[in-house]
């Protein structure tokens, strides 16, 4: 008899999973990415102009004061759209990568594949996402470059032409890539530790509720963790993007080496530790309202499956 388990996973092959997990990925990192625009607006100004903006508070004070609270809601349609469409091709491309790459790679090594995975998911989302982050980042540190993502497409294809959007795109990647895998790979490890050390029990054992909070706990855990491993590059996107600096290594040497792993550092794990749990909230719930169980693997459950296939 196949178990209710058995059957989500090999529903988990098909082309309308992979479709739902796209989905799901658009609305959760969209909604999520929106509703931080304000501190967005803050770690950006903080690392564009570290000297006039030297702390959260004062970056806050100033911009209130100079630009009034409209300041904090700049870019929000850029960052809306440019996240969803990269939340899409990250969350739904990373459940088609690991199937893929779990039928190539049958030794059921779990890390490598979850490498693989979000790495090659990640090349494609943020060729999508580079674009709106390059209008993004002007429209929120330069204040009087343009209004909003149609006036700020526009003036950056005319002054700098199709390679105007793709300036950063080799520091961007720089900082998803090692990003995607370690908040991937810490997520999956995190749910495989919660599940066998401390909740003892089968994923399919557990309620949906007790499933969502697994969720949260290992997203919180991968955000964290994903937010200092890739703070170097997020500070040298955000110099290349506003004209700081017109090259990789000209960036590095004005920032520092210091600087560059601890400017704007506590505002990012502020900023993306709930934001990578509400992703993965949202996106499991997504997953569990469409009758799939949460993500996460638990490293028992491979191994029966894979010793199951052997057999077989």
């Not at 996973?9 to 625009?37: K, P, Q």
């Not at 209004?147 to 294809?157: A, E, I, N, S």
Request: proline share 3%; net charge positive.
């Amino acid at each position: 008899m196949t178990s209710v388990g058995d059957e989500d996973y090999a529903a988990r092959g098909g082309t309308g999973y992979f479709s739902l997990c796209a989905i799901g990925g658009m609305l959760s990192a969209g909604t999520t990415h929106l509703a931080i625009t304000p501190l967005d607006v803050l770690k950006v100004n903080m690392q564009v102009n570290p000297i006039k903006y030297k702390s959260i508070a004062s970056c806050f004070t100033i911009l209130l004061r100079e630009q009034g609270p409209s300041a904090f809601w700049r870019g929000w349609t850029t960052k809306f759209i440019g996240y969803g469409v990269q939340g899409g091709f990250r969350f739904g491309l990373y459940e088609y990568f690991k199937t893929l790459y779990s039928n190539v790679l049958v030794d059921c090594n779990r890390t490598p594949i979850f490498f693989l995975s979000s790495a090659s998911a990640e090349v494609f989302a943020n060729a999508a996402l580079c674009p709106f982050e390059a209008v993004k980042v002007r429209v929120q540190a330069q204040p009087h470059f343009a209004k909003g993502l149609l006036d700020g497409f526009q003036k950056t294809y005319t002054s700098e032409g199709v390679f105007g959007f793709y300036r950063g795109l080799v520091p961007l990647l720089g900082r998803n890539l090692p990003f995607s895998m370690v908040m991937f790979s810490t997520f999956e490890h995190s749910v495989d530790f919660l599940y066998r050390n401390l909740i003892q029990r089968r994923k399919e054992e557990c309620s949906k509720v007790q499933q969502l909070g697994v969720t949260c706990l290992a997203g919180y855990a991968a955000g964290s963790v994903g937010s200092f491993i890739s703070n170097p590059a997020d500070n040298i996107v955000a110099s290349m993007y506003t004209k700081k600096a017109d090259s990789l290594i000209l960036a590095i040497k004005k920032i520092g080496l210091f600087n560059l792993f601890t400017r704007s550092l506590s505002i990012r794990i502020l900023l993306v530790g709930p934001v990578v749990t509400l992703q993965w909230l949202f996106y499991d719930t997504i997953k569990v309202f469409n009758g799939f169980s949460t993500s996460g693997e638990v490293v028992s459950e491979i191994t029966e499956r894979c010793a199951a296939q052997v057999q077989d």
